[in-house]
Nanobody, 115 residues
């Protein structure tokens, strides 16, 4: 059974930083483009960033210059380093493949940016 486990969220003040991790199961991880998504209350789930199998990255305009996506194929893990956090970054963060969603969605990790 392929699955994803996200972690690293929490409560942080504006301007603070968090590092999210997502561990995947199965053998296809290293071949897949992985993305981080987020869903704020009452809103749709949106793509935040993605990283290809050859480590090319792309970011939503709202996080460009503040967030960095990376991956470790040996650990089947994708990371999201989030700096200069803003209240509007508050959401549940998920990872999955991009553009198709190969894995079942995990439980996500809550990020709350508030003073």
């Amino acid at each position: 059974q392929v699955q994803l486990v996200e972690s690293g969220g929490g409560l942080v003040q504006p301007g603070g930083s968090l590092r999210l991790s997502c561990v995947a199961s199965g053998s296809i991880f290293r071949f897949k483009t992985m993305g981080w998504y987020r869903q704020a209350p009452g809103k749709q789930r949106d793509l935040v960033a993605h990283i290809t199998s050859d480590f090319s990255t792309n970011y939503a305009d709202s996080v460009k210059g503040r967030f960095t996506i990376s991956r470790d194929n040996a650990k089947k893990t994708v990371y999201l380093q989030m700096n200069s956090l803003k209240p509007e970054d508050t959401a549940v963060y998920y990872c999955n493949t991009f553009p198709e969603h190969f894995y079942s969605w995990g439980q996500g990790t809550q990020v709350t940016v508030s003073s």
